[in-house]
T-cell receptor
Framework: DAGVTQSPTHLIKTRGQHVTLRCSPISGHKSVSWYQQVLGQGPQFIFQYYEKEERGRGNFPDRFSARQFPNYSSELNVNALLLGDSALYLC??????????????FGPGTRLTVL | AQSVTQPDIHITVSEGASLELRCNYSYGATPYLFWYVQSPGQGLQLLLKYFSGDTLVQGIKGFEAEFKRSQSSFNLRKPSVHWSDAAEYFCAVAARNTGTASKLTFGTGTRLQVTL
């Protein structure tokens, strides 16, 4: 079975631009979570979506938004990019949300560089 | 708020030697506990998890971890390290059923270097 896939692999943007990152979950998984991993740090939770509804949001500004589609894939959007948004963006899929025992499986990530 | 501390930023061990990576958590109750591994340029792979029951849990690639409630710790161990184990290791916690989001809170990671 295919794992979590993310696109693009790498992305270079300039300050002030907008970016869209995409994620396809494991087949049968209905929940997608997004994490930001700054170099040298652990991943930080951004959003979780389940059945197309936002189930949780981390401590990120409103420039960050996301959505989930009927096929359970997801997009993460970041507006007005700042240098500090440079990071590895990880997508994780799981079968449900709000269940701590539900294992999250991570994709390879999208490396975003903001110049 | 829950938090995870991994005191060792960088550890170097010789191939064949034993390994222990430390993890301490701060949480109001016993959370769910996880160890993930990240190879350079890769996403995170789950090594093992603890939900309840036996406090010694076995994972993939020969890793094990022991949950100690009294010490709020969940240390990762391997009896004999292989060169391919060189990677970044993350300890993470998740709250028990929340009914909302099941987010993971990660530590800052421990980078493992293996010398031949």
């Amino acid at each position: 079975d295919a794992g979590v896939t993310q696109s693009p692999t790498h992305l270079i943007k300039t300050r002030g631009q907008h970016v869209t990152l995409r994620c396809s979950p494991i087949s049968g998984h209905k929940s997608v979570s997004w994490y930001q991993q700054v170099l040298g740090q652990g991943p930080q939770f951004i959003f979780q979506y389940y059945e197309k509804e936002e189930r949780g949001r981390g401590n990120f500004p409103d420039r960050f938004s996301a959505r989930q589609f009927p096929n359970y894939s997801s997009e993460l959007n970041v507006n007005a990019l700042l240098l500090g948004d440079s990071a590895l963006y990880l997508c994780a899929s799981s079968q449900a949300a709000g269940v701590g025992t539900d294992t999250q499986y991570f994709g390879p990530g999208t490396r975003l560089t903001v110049l | 708020a829950q938090s995870v501390t991994q005191p060792d930023i960088h550890i170097t061990v010789s191939e064949g030697a034993s390994l222990e990576l430390r993890c301490n958590y701060s949480y109001g109750a016993t959370p769910y506990l996880f160890w993930y591994v990240q190879s350079p340029g890769q996403g995170l792979q789950l090594l093992l998890k603890y939900f309840s029951g036996d406090t010694l849990v076995q994972g993939i690639k020969g890793f094990e971890a022991e949950f100690k409630r009294s010490q709020s710790s969940f240390n990762l161990r391997k009896p004999s390290v292989h060169w391919s184990d060189a990677a970044e290791y993350f300890c993470a916690v998740a709250a028990r059923n929340t009914g909302t989001a099941s987010k993971l809170t990660f530590g800052t990671g421990t980078r493992l270097q293996v010398t031949l």
